[in-house]
């Protein structure tokens, strides 16, 4: 049913982020959620006049509901709401950073240990770690030593991390993903928080 927009003032349409509003809401009837909470079947050029005697705007807050669910409201408090939420469940949002360890099947021992100590500190911080070995030349003929490292250091690592995705062959390269021991972070954080000081006593404060 084509709507015929209601004299006045002119109401703004369809905004940037594809919420309808207004003129731009072409299906009707619709469900109209007043400000108590009781829900309505209404036509829409009904509620749309109902927003402009209130001086606010139809805003379609459920398009995919049959019918689709508007409310009047001001549509700019509303969309600051919505951006203040987001902002707000994106700051929970607890972000893993990937740390990439890299090495040879000819790494050194003195190599060796310092990426695995390296890893595990990534790891006790939180953090996950990638283990990529790579292949140079004629070493993708003998990557069975790449493996036996791998394998070598999976058993190091043990104590500081969990295997998520075991060695695989991704070209001249083979990978391993570690994650951090549930806990592990939050332990290390409270470790590593300021202990009180305790002054000493005065004497006869006794």
Do not use: W
């Not at 109209?32 to 050029?45: N, P, R």
């Not at 009904?46 to 398009?63: F, H, I, R």
């Not at 790891?123 to 493996?147: N, P, S, T």
């Amino acid at each position: 049913m084509a709507l015929q927009p209601p004299r006045g003032r002119q109401m703004p349409n369809r905004q940037s982020d594809g919420t309808r509003i207004n003129e731009d809401i072409r299906i009707s009837p619709i469900r109209l959620v007043k400000e108590e909470g009781e829900a309505i079947i209404i036509e829409t050029h009904k509620a749309l006049q109902m927003a402009k005697d209130a001086g606010l705007d139809l805003v379609e807050v459920s398009p995919n509901a049959k019918p689709p669910v508007c409310k009047i409201i001001n549509y700019g408090k509303y969309k600051f709401e919505q951006v203040k939420k987001a902002k707000a469940a994106k700051a929970k949002q607890h972000v893993v950073k990937l740390k990439e360890i890299k090495m040879h099947p000819k790494t050194a021992e003195n190599d060796y240990q310092y990426r695995i100590k390296q890893a595990g500190e990534f790891l006790q911080d939180g953090m996950k770690v990638k283990l990529i070995m790579q292949f140079r030349g004629r070493e993708m003929a003998h990557m069975d030593y790449g493996k036996r490292l791998m394998e070598r250091a999976k058993e190091d690592l043990a104590a500081f991390g969990d295997l998520e995705m075991d060695s695989r062959v991704e070209g001249n390269t083979m990978l391993s993903i570690y994650g951090p021991k549930r806990g592990a972070a939050a332990a290390k954080k409270q470790q590593d928080a300021p202990k009180p000081v305790t002054e000493p006593m005065a004497a006869g404060e006794a």
